[in-house]
């Protein structure tokens, strides 16, 4: 009893204890709230935008941009406003602001439990006078305190303050983007009116923008977005009873044209916001605005004025020759991502063609310039670029026949027979001078052989982040079916250039904030994504003059005066899009040509993003070093790979002949008599090709495969029509006897006389190889190594003499080897050993 009473007790006096802790802390907490003071309304002006963001080049000398520099902001009165944008803002930021004491009790408390509890209800929700509070009279430090300061100072101005003027107060306040702030500035910059002259749809648009302002910008690439959240404020204003249901439509309906943007004392614009909006998204927007960073870029100043020229020179010539008023270019280094040339339009500042939006990072067809990539899946698959497909007319969906012609009861639409750029087809040609030429019906076939899903992986692994959804492309793919950005295709050929090494594309060296702290750095991040035999292989294949020429001409506008440069065009339907991308080891640079509203043009490709191109890349190369390409290894052994891998379009199944005997040849022929006889047979690839086990053996029944009979039937076709041009090889026409002049027995029998292992010989003296041969065919050369090392290559009579102190590797035991030759190309080796003595 006395142990319960004391626990009691105990129980008690803690009880006690804490209430009065309690009563303490909350009278300090009331007592320190209570102190804080309440400004003037007008203060609210007063508050001064000092730590500005500045934006700089990569040397960190020359100023892109600063974010404050021109700060538009005009304080006009709560009647002055007009009704649109009051209600318009009110509806979606905060729609009890009529009737709440400054704070919404019921956002507070899942503040609260959100961030106590971590239970996923969300804390958001700040009432406009809360906002106001934290946009002017508090730290943008996060904390619990500045929190509570934040309700308390909310409750103390609603009760100080008619609602009007707390209103007036966040509608002169608020960011709507880059350095725009307050209504009346936001309605000049944005629509050229005062604010009480606002439509409906035009407010609407406006009280959109404060959520997030760099994301919702009418100038940035998430109109969309903007258009969505636009239609939220309306169906919010609806449901409030702000509007009626006729003013509702008539708003939606309403098309609001934006006044175009006229930033000034900026350069690289694109580029700049380009760097702006990934600022905002990884710091914040009040980081960026108010933060005072300092952010050091990747950009070279040099080569973005002179792309700037070249792209505005090209595109207004393009415009006139081709009816392609716009173009966009991009730069990068392809050892370290970084972007060095950003150009988003012929001119930011040209209204007439939509010149701030940024095309650069807009999603286009790619055109021909997609096919590198699946190229190089094929070529990891075991295609080579001798391999040989047909270019014929071939109709490609299975629900079609052989001819185009849908079959009865599918769409006529469906069926898909492409065709080349010159409406001609080649007949046999190799994927080197398919893929240089920018042959379409070789790419498709390729494209199905090499399977979508490998070869959209390829794409992906090597920057191309826009095609996701791989049930939305079909075999069109290949010849540009899909949409890219111009930045991730640069960035993609860089993998190319960089010998299958991707290094992701970075626009910022450094970022520090107001205390000189480094907040980000960039750092190298390489990732094998491609074998490097395979990037070689593109390389070599787009930087092959020769093989293009046929397409392009001599010394075309993708010919850099003999540099080695590799080059892709790509061209969309009806010449919508015009692409020309292409790299040295030291840089990537792409163009593309065209019209923002996908407005056809006379011309595509290289007639049309080529001079661009070429302007550009013959300026770069001026301060880049005079870099080759390392060749790729193409050797293949012909004994393991099979013949129409290698080229070999006339059949699949081969013999050897030994070309001095006439005999069928062993292992003992050498290369230099060996020739290879393939058994005339002539089929489409599928007939010789599992194309899920490339390397494997032919299919047994190619004809389950889909495709079979569409690729079969022209080629029949055209082997008919054309078979009297070839030469015909047929089984009878193998051998039966086997090579009987390159044999163990009859391969050259050389003795080394001297020097002798029995002799030891001085450092200084002179030593005169000495051989006997026995024949069966006269020796006709021998190779002459000691320790391994070449050292000459002697012809009869063989004379051939040495002194051992001129002998790099000289031991005081040594080996001599000689590798013979006959006249036959027989060969073997003999060795002796020699001893050397220093006196």
Not at 103 to 118: G, H, K, M, P, Q
């Amino acid at each position: 009893m006395r142990r319960l009473h004391i626990n009691n007790r105990l129980l008690k006096n803690i009880l006690l204890l804490s209430a009065g802790l309690f009563i303490l802390g909350f009278g300090l907490i009331v007592v320190f709230l209570s102190s804080l003071r309440i400004p003037d309304f007008h203060s609210f002006t007063d508050r001064k935008l000092t730590n500005s963001t500045q934006i700089y080049d990569r040397t960190g000398e020359f100023l892109l941009y600063d974010i404050h520099q021109d700060v538009k902001r005009t304080d006009i009165l709560f009647e002055e406003m007009g009704a649109n944008i009051k209600n318009a803002t009110v509806a979606i930021e905060d729609s009890e602001f009529y009737t709440h004491g400054g704070i919404r009790l019921t956002s507070i408390v899942r503040a609260v439990l959100s961030n106590l509890f971590d239970i996923g209800i969300g804390g958001g929700g700040s009432t406009i006078t809360q906002q106001l509070v934290k946009n002017t009279l508090l730290t943008q430090k996060k904390s619990y305190v500045r929190k509570i300061k934040e309700w308390f100072l909310a409750i103390k101005i609603d009760n100080s303050m008619p609602k009007e003027k707390i209103l007036e107060a966040y509608l002169n306040e608020i960011p709507y983007g880059g350095n725009i702030y307050g209504i009346e500035a936001a309605s000049k910059t944005y629509f050229n009116k005062k604010a009480q002259d606002l439509t409906l749809a035009e407010s609407a648009y406006l009280a959109s923008i404060p959520q997030s302002p760099t994301t919702l910008s009418p100038y940035g690439k998430n109109k969309d977005k903007l258009e969505t959240r636009k239609n939220l404020v309306l169906s919010r204003m609806l449901e409030l009873k702000f509007i009626t249901k006729e003013e509702y439509d008539s708003a939606k309906k309403e098309v609001v044209i934006f006044v175009p943007q006229a930033t000034q004392g900026i350069k690289a614009p694109h580029f700049v916001f380009f760097i702006k909006d990934y600022l905002e998204q990884r710091f914040g927007s009040e980081a960026v605005v108010n933060g005072g960073l300092r952010v050091t870029t990747t950009l070279d100043l040099d080569l973005q004025t002179k792309a700037e020229q070249f792209v505005k020179e090209g595109a207004l010539k393009n415009e006139k020759d081709w009816d392609g008023k716009n173009a966009s270019l991009v730069a990068i280094d392809p050892k370290t991502g970084q972007i060095l040339t950003m150009v988003g339009s012929r001119d930011y500042f040209d209204k007439e063609i939509d010149g701030n939006f940024n095309v650069a990072t807009a999603t286009r067809q790619p055109g021909s310039s997609f096919k590198p990539f699946i190229y190089a899946t094929a070529f990891n698959k075991g295609f080579t670029p001798d391999t040989v497909l047909f270019d014929l007319p071939t109709e490609f969906q299975s629900t079609c026949d052989v001819y185009g012609k849908a079959l009865p009861g599918h769409s006529q639409g469906d069926c898909y027979m492409p065709d080349n750029y010159d409406g001609k087809f080649r007949g046999p040609i190799s994927l080197r001078n398919a893929l240089a030429q920018s042959i379409n019906v070789p790419a498709v076939k390729l494209f199905y052989l090499a399977g979508l899903p490998d070869s959209l992986r390829t794409a992906e692994n090597m920057g191309i982040s826009t095609l996701s959804d791989i049930n939305q492309y079909g075999l069109t793919l290949v010849i540009g079916g899909g949409e890219v950005t111009l930045l991730d295709m640069t960035s993609a050929y860089g993998v190319f250039a960089n010998n299958g090494v991707k290094n992701p594309y970075v626009g910022i060296l450094k970022v520090e904030d107001l205390s000189g702290n480094v907040l980000e750095e960039y750092k190298p991040d390489p990732e094998e994504v491609l074998p490097k035999n395979t990037a070689l292989t593109i390389s070599d294949i787009l930087s092959d003059e020769e093989a293009r020429q046929q397409t392009f001409g001599i010394h075309s506008v993708l010919y850099m005066g003999g540099k080695d440069v590799a080059v892709k065009t790509g061209t969309t339907n009806s010449n919508k899009d015009a692409w020309t991308v292409g790299y040295t080891p030291s840089i990537v640079v792409g163009v593309w040509a065209g019209n923002n509203e996908n407005t056809p043009m006379k011309k595509g490709g290289a007639a049309v993003a080529g001079p661009i191109w070429n302007k550009f890349m013959n300026e770069a190369l001026k301060k880049l070093p005079n870099e080759s390409f390392e060749k790729p290894d193409l050797e293949v052994d012909p004994t393991k790979v099979k013949p129409v891998l290698r080229g070999f379009w006339q059949g699949n199944e081969n013999f050897f002949i030994d070309k001095s005997s006439g005999k069928l040849a062993t292992e003992n022929t050498p290369p230099e008599t060996r020739e290879e006889k393939i058994i005339t047979n002539v089929h489409s690839i599928l007939y010789w090709i599992d194309k899920k086990n490339i390397l494997g053996e032919a299919p047994t029944n190619p004809q389950n495969d889909s495709q079979f009979n569409h690729w079969e039937t022209p080629v029949q076709f055209w082997w008919e029509q054309n078979k009297y041009k070839y030469p015909n090889t047929t089984i009878e026409e193998k051998p039966g006897a086997i090579d009987d002049l390159h044999t163990e027995a009859n391969k050259p029998n050389v003795v080394i006389t001297e020097p002798d292992s029995t002799t030891t010989y001085q450092i200084n003296q002179k030593i005169n190889l000495k051989i006997n041969s026995l024949k069966p065919f006269p020796l006709q050369k021998i190779d002459v190594f000691i320790n391994g090392v070449y050292l000459d290559t002697i012809y009869p009579p063989f004379n051939f003499s040495f002194v051992p102190k001129n002998i790099e590797n000289l031991l005081a035991e040594n080996e001599i080897k000689l590798i013979s030759y006959d006249n036959m190309y027989n060969k073997s080796e003999t060795i002796a050993n020699f001893k050397i003595i220093d006196n």
